[in-house]
């Protein structure tokens, strides 16, 4: 079956540090693979995906940065954070061109404090 | 462009009772339509979804959700709620592009008091 990870569940980072959260899915090959934030508990707003090794598509710009090293690999990046990052981060992953119902599945989330 | 609306941002229903959670769609095309549900400090978990067929989608944990065309509409419904249903639920619709994106709904907090 298949299960997906991410670490670190939490973290708290001071203004102006870098930033690496990862996901990794296990069960699967080629996943489509996705990066959320979510603020307050509400909304999501997709910030990454990936149909591929190296392919990352941009839904909103800002000083995030997302990488593909691997088949089962998402991570999420930044160089300097800033307070506005602060937020729920979710990463997601669908079978290989929709080899299903195009259902996402979630991983557990990290919550991510700027101070 | 697809899009999701979820016109009430809290339910609130005694236990026992029926609900329902609104959703209403736009897109251009047959749509592909998801309910989710988060519970606090946790990942998004799928319970249901309508591709094609039947109108009336059984999902996880007794769920149920009602396509309707005519209203583009796909609201979430459960016979007898729970206290443990409370919790942030999501509708969204699949995004026709190369990334197989959903587009979420803002939420509805579901609220069941005993």
């Known amino acids: 079956s298949q299960t997906i990870h991410q670490w670190p569940a939490t973290l708290v980072q001071p203004v102006g540090s870098p930033l690496s959260l990862e996901c990794t899915v296990e069960g699967t090959s080629n996943p489509n693979l996705y990066w959320y934030r979510q603020a307050a508990g509400r909304g999501l707003q997709l910030l990454f995906y990936s149909v591929g090794i190296g392919q990352i598509s941009s839904e909103v710009p800002q000083n995030l940065s997302a990488s593909r090293p691997q088949d089962r690999q998402f991570i999420l990046s930044s160089k300097k954070l800033l307070l506005s990052d602060s937020g729920f981060y979710l990463c997601a992953w669908i079978p290989w061109a929709g080899k299903g119902g195009y259902e996402q599945y979630f991983g557990p989330g990290t919550r991510l404090t700027v101070t | 462009a697809q899009s999701v609306a979820q016109p009430e941002d809290q339910v609130n229903v005694a236990e026992g009772n029926p609900l329902t959670v609104k959703c209403t769609y736009s897109?251009?095309?047959?749509?592909?339509l998801f309910w989710y549900v988060q519970y606090p400090n946790r990942g998004l978990q799928f319970l249901l979804k309508y591709i094609t067929g039947d109108n009336l989608v059984k999902g996880s944990y007794g769920f149920e959700a009602e396509f309707n065309k005519s209203q583009t509409s796909f609201h979430l419904k459960k016979p007898s709620a729970l206290v443990s249903d409370s919790a942030l639920y999501f509708c969204?619709?699949?995004?026709?592009?190369?990334?197989?994106?959903?587009?979420f709904g803002g939420g509805t907090r579901l609220m069941v008091k005993p």
């Open positions: 969204a619709v699949r995004v026709y592009n190369a990334g197989n994106m959903l587009t």
């Open positions: 897109v251009s095309g047959n749509p592909y």
